[in-house]
Antibody, heavy 118, light 108 residues
Framework: QVQLQESGPGLVKPSETLSLTCAVS?????????WGWIRQTPGKGLEWIGS???????YYNPSLKSRVTISVDTSKNQFSLNLGSVTAADTAVYYC???????????WGQGTLVTVSS | EIVLTQSPGTLSLSPGERATLSCRAS???????LAWYQQKPGQAPRLLIY???SRAIGIPDRFSGSGSGTDFTLTISRLEPEDFAVYYC?????????FGPGTTVDIK
């Protein structure tokens, strides 16, 4: 049973980089799963940010691709999200997700609220 | 880009009633990549249905999915008190996932 837990700053200043980590338990991050990030805002609803597979293949939402990096730390069994040049529009609840397919996600973290404000 | 539209926006029903939720795609899509989620306040979404009609692990059989082409349906045969929530459809194509805006099922 995969368990996911997000962590990171709850407040980020505009133009800075939002960095979140997702700790994975119950499963090896080196396994055949896709590890990803989804965010949710009242205005735009659920938005897929991107995912990573086998620590190397990355897939990003074209609307965010220029600002997003997803990476894996196998030594800590966790993966991370970096979103650069943030604005107030990036204020959202961020979820880390996982599944054996990249078409939908069975495993979700509890979510973490990130506010972009000076 | 495929856009998903869900209707109705809100469905007001009583426990024991049947709920029928619609998800319409802006163009013909493969049912193999259509999923449904349930979200309750303060919780992460939960995968209910994948590949249009397959129930995820642990999902009760009162939940069923159907459809093809551009029109997909999530049916809850008899609403239980814990089923009042927001429901989202989601589609995958070309390494991109998109979600519908959601349908709220609330208590009448």
């Amino acid at each position: 049973q995969v368990q996911l837990q997000e962590s990171g700053p709850g407040l980020v200043k505009p133009s800075e980089t939002l960095s979140l980590t997702c700790a994975v338990s119950g499963y090896s991050i080196s396994s055949d799963h896709y590890w990803g990030w989804i965010r949710q805002t009242p205005g735009k609803g659920l938005e897929w940010i991107g995912s990573i597979y086998h620590s190397a293949s990355t897939y990003y939402n074209p609307s965010l691709k220029s600002r997003v990096t997803i990476s894996v730390d196998t030594s800590k069994n966790q993966f991370s999200l970096n979103l650069g040049s943030v604005t107030a529009a990036d204020t959202a609840v961020y979820y880390c997700v996982a599944d054996i397919a990249n078409c939908w996600y069975y495993y979700w973290g509890q979510g973490t609220l990130v506010t972009v404000s000076s | 880009e495929i856009v998903l539209t869900q209707s109705p926006g809100t469905l007001s029903l009583s426990p024991g009633e049947r709920a029928t939720l619609s998800c319409r795609a802006s163009q013909t899509v493969s049912s193999s990549y259509l999923a449904w989620y349930q979200q309750k306040p303060g919780q992460a979404p939960r995968l209910l249905i994948y590949a249009a009609s397959s129930r995820a692990i642990g999902i009760p059989d009162r939940f069923s999915g159907s459809g093809s082409g551009t029109d997909f349906t999530l049916t809850i045969s008899r609403l239980e008190p814990e089923d009042f929530a927001v429901y989202y459809c989601q589609y995958y194509v070309s390494s991109l996932l998109t979600f519908g805006p959601g349908t709220t099922v609330d208590i009448k």
